[in-house]
């Protein structure tokens, strides 16, 4: 677990762009809860997510991926997720079945990847299907946003969608994690 606080890992461009979407996460939640500036919240989490496309393609092309970046990266991600899901709740009812989705997959997930981390001494970055289901969310949670007059019948089946699409990817996730944990046990 050292390998993962080494300096050198730490101190990172793509590091820094996950700080930084960290510290958007109150501007969003202030801009859309309080101010109710919707246009705002979707600019900052324009922003937010382009932070997000531009640390990852620094650290593949300056080489640059850390264990610490693949752990701080879809923390940053997660955290703006919940934030957005905690903000649409006061407008649509159907969140609280996305959260509790949310909350029991994201559980298993780190639940399983401290338990790799600690066993074989490895952090797994993210899967085709973890950055679909994150665009998915976010698509989701701006089109709610930028149409707050949305039918509940269209905003309920956009809903529905992307809880359908959070139980894949995290299944498949499972699947991915638990085999890594099978087969490793195995040697």
């Given at each position: 677990?050292?390998?993962?606080?080494?300096?050198?890992?730490?101190?990172?461009?793509?590091?820094?762009?996950?700080?930084?979407?960290?510290?958007?996460?109150?501007?969003i939640?202030?801009?859309?809860?309080?101010e109710?500036?919707?246009?705002?919240?979707?600019?900052v989490?324009?922003?937010?997510?382009?932070?997000?496309?531009?640390?990852?393609w620094?650290?593949?092309?300056?080489?640059?991926?850390?264990?610490?970046?693949?752990?701080?990266?879809?923390?940053?991600?997660?955290?703006?997720?919940?934030?957005?899901?905690?903000?649409?709740?006061?407008?649509?009812?159907?969140?609280?079945?996305?959260?509790?989705?949310?909350?029991?997959?994201?559980?298993t997930?780190?639940?399983?990847?401290?338990?790799?981390?600690?066993?074989?001494?490895?952090?797994?970055?993210?899967?085709?299907?973890?950055k679909?289901?994150?665009?998915?969310?976010?698509?989701?949670?701006?089109?709610?946003?930028?149409?707050?007059?949305?039918?509940?019948?269209?905003?309920?089946?956009?809903?529905?969608?992307?809880?359908?699409?959070?139980?894949?990817?995290?299944?498949?996730?499972?699947?991915s994690?638990?085999?890594?944990?099978?087969?490793?046990?195995?040697?």
């Amino acid at each position: 677990m050292r390998r993962f606080f080494k300096k050198n890992q730490i101190l990172t461009i793509p590091n820094l762009l996950s700080v930084i979407r960290l510290a958007l996460i109150p501007v969003i939640v202030w801009l859309y809860s309080v101010e109710k500036n919707y246009y705002g919240a979707i600019g900052v989490i324009a922003l937010s997510a382009a932070t997000d496309i531009v640390d990852g393609w620094i650290a593949r092309h300056f080489n640059m991926i850390s264990d610490f970046g693949k752990a701080l990266d879809p923390l940053a991600d997660k955290l703006t997720q919940a934030a957005l899901l905690l903000c649409l709740l006061s407008k649509y009812d159907l969140v609280w079945g996305l959260i509790v989705i949310f909350g029991l997959c994201e559980i298993t997930k780190f639940t399983l990847g401290i338990i790799i981390a600690k066993k074989h001494d490895e952090v797994n970055g993210a899967k085709w299907y973890g950055k679909a289901n994150t665009v998915i969310i976010y698509a989701t949670m701006m089109a709610l946003i930028l149409f707050p007059q949305m039918s509940e019948v269209l905003a309920n089946a956009l809903l529905l969608f992307c809880g359908a699409v959070m139980i894949a990817a995290h299944v498949l996730y499972f699947i991915s994690l638990g085999k890594i944990l099978y087969v490793r046990s195995k040697k």
